[in-house]
């Protein structure tokens, strides 16, 4: 009854444009709030005003930034990380269907990465997980193949930072900060493409969908925990 009310309230004129407004408003409060919610372990603040494209591109740098303590960072290959990358790059390109593209896109976009010895740099380091969690991003949209190919895109992003994490265990709190605000950052950038009719101003509906899919994607690291 009460839905049926508000919808023939806004079929009139003024008062439609008003509550039209406020719900827009309402949604875009919601945005900005999720987005402080979700990116809180890097301390991180959405600018004033409600959520938009430009705050969501604002959140995006704020996170690529929490990875600066990095920078100037070298890593060796050790035999851990030989194990663990070997193991996630089998699985990749073992995918039936999918396995060539993905060891296409390790092969062009993170093996220059690394030198001759397997050596990276920390810029490399943040450089391999944008271009790993592109690759899982775009593989979970291509069914229970494409599924796999994104676990083992995961799987190797994990073996990447078992490195940093055995070498530089100095910086695991600003790491472990920086991958749960990434983790948090994914399921807003997936809800707000669901919504770009809207402005990319997602509503509490679109957020859980994506939160429950990005929950899959991480599995058992309880990546959409909040």
Request: hydrophobic share 40%; aromatic share 8%; charged share 15%.
């Amino acid at each position: 009854m009460a839905g049926r009310m508000f919808n023939k309230l806004e079929s009139v004129p003024v008062v439609g444009d008003m509550m039209g407004a406020r719900r827009a408003a309402s949604v875009g409060d919601y945005g900005r709030a999720q987005l402080a919610e979700n990116l809180a372990p890097i301390g991180y603040q959405p600018p004033a005003g409600p959520y938009s494209q430009d705050m969501l591109a604002h959140a995006q740098n704020a996170v690529g930034d929490s990875y600066n303590f990095l920078n100037g960072r070298n890593f060796a290959m050790d035999q851990q990380g030989v194990t663990d990358m070997g193991a996630a790059l089998d699985a990749g390109r073992t995918v039936p269907r999918l396995g060539d593209e993905f060891g296409a896109v390790v092969d062009r976009n993170v093996g220059p990465l690394f030198d001759a010895n397997g050596n990276f740099t920390g810029q490399g380091y943040q450089d391999a997980m944008q271009q790993l969690r592109s690759a899982q991003t775009s593989f979970g949209q291509d069914g229970a193949m494409g599924n796999m190919a994104a676990d083992a895109a995961s799987q190797l992003e994990d073996a990447i930072s078992g490195i940093v994490a055995r070498q530089a265990p100095d910086v695991a709190p600003q790491m472990q900060a920086a991958n749960a605000a990434y983790r948090g950052l994914v399921p807003i950038e997936n809800a707000s493409i669901s919504s770009t009719n809207n402005a990319g101003m997602f509503t509490p509906a679109q957020y859980g969908r994506a939160a429950v899919n990005n929950t899959r994607r991480f599995g058992g690291r309880g990546a959409a925990a909040r």
